[in-house]
């Protein structure tokens, strides 16, 4: 049986974000190919990721919604669809998706440097020099 992560929770949110994402060239009537293409890969993508994190939690996981996160803010200019409206939703939903992922890689990341610094309960204490 799984065992459920609290980190987990903020894979659900960017994938109701990626599903938004998905919708979004139907919600503006987009007429552009290349940037429907964008946002439907880019939603497909971050969906298919966040899924995989929600089931089997692995860091590249993370780093790969970061980088799509990024690239959303960054795609306007470089597929050249600036001052539209799809521009304002992919650069507000990459924002978020990066802001999570990254979050996620941070909590994640001190969880495990706490995990490994600690002692095993058994030796804590041990080397205090009452004990010896």
Same mark, same amino acid.
């Given at each position: 049986?799984?065992?459920?992560?609290?980190?987990?929770?903020?894979?659900?949110? !960017?994938?109701? &974000?990626? @599903?938004? %994402?998905? $919708?979004? *060239? +139907?919600? =503006?009537?987009? #007429?552009? /190919?290349?940037?429907?293409?964008?946002?439907?890969?880019?939603?497909?993508?971050?969906?298919?990721?966040?899924?995989?994190?929600?089931?089997?939690?692995?860091?590249?996981?993370?780093?790969? !919604?970061?980088? &799509?996160? @990024?690239? %959303?803010? $960054?795609? *306007? +200019?470089? =597929?050249?669809? #600036?001052? /539209?409206?799809?521009?304002?939703?992919?650069?507000?939903?990459?924002?978020?998706?990066?802001?999570?992922?990254?979050?996620?890689?941070?909590?994640?990341?001190?969880?495990?440097?706490?995990?490994?610094?600690?002692?095993?309960?058994?030796?804590?204490?041990?080397?205090?020099? =009452?004990?010896?």
């Amino acid at each position: 049986m799984l065992k459920w992560r609290s980190e987990a929770v903020l894979d659900i949110y !960017n994938l109701v &974000l990626a @599903l938004v %994402l998905f $919708a979004a *060239p +139907w919600f =503006l009537s987009l #007429t552009k /190919t290349a940037t429907e293409m964008d946002l439907w890969i880019s939603g497909a993508a971050i969906a298919v990721i966040s899924l995989g994190a929600i089931a089997a939690f692995t860091r590249w996981d993370e780093w790969a !919604n970061l980088f &799509l996160g @990024l690239w %959303l803010i $960054a795609s *306007p +200019w470089l =597929l050249g669809f #600036t001052h /539209t409206r799809a521009m304002h939703v992919s650069i507000g939903i990459g924002i978020v998706v990066a802001f999570m992922a990254g979050l996620e890689l941070m909590l994640t990341s001190s969880i495990g440097d706490d995990e490994k610094t600690a002692a095993p309960p058994s030796t804590q204490g041990q080397d205090h020099p =009452l004990f010896h």
